[in-house]
């Protein structure tokens, strides 16, 4: 399994990019910081060969938050998410 971690600013509209950057440098799980994403939750990026599980926590306002971003093959072996 390889690791990773990115400093990505804003992930509203680069979340493709963030996929595919993933898959391209192939790792396996990846921590992100400054989503900018509100609340918490949970998504799912990229196409076929990239497609990755997006975890976030952020604040209420949209100004900070950090996430974990991991290949689709491995989300099958999460088993509690604890924020």
């Given at each position: 399994?390889?690791?990773?971690?990115?400093?990505?600013?804003?992930?509203?509209?680069?979340?493709?990019?963030?996929?595919?950057m993933l898959g391209r440098r192939?790792?396996?799980l990846r921590a992100v910081q400054?989503?900018?994403f509100r609340n918490e939750g949970t998504r799912m990026y990229g196409?076929?060969?990239e497609r990755c599980k997006f975890w976030w926590s952020g604040g209420s306002?949209?100004?900070?938050?950090v996430g974990?971003?991991?290949?689709?093959?491995?989300?099958?072996?999460?088993?509690?998410v604890v924020r």
């Open positions: 399994m390889r690791v990773g971690t990115a400093n990505v600013g804003p992930m509203v509209g680069i979340n493709r990019e963030v996929a595919v192939k790792v396996d400054e989503t900018r196409s076929d060969g306002e949209g100004n900070s938050g974990v971003m991991i290949k689709e093959e491995w989300k099958k072996n999460i088993i509690e």
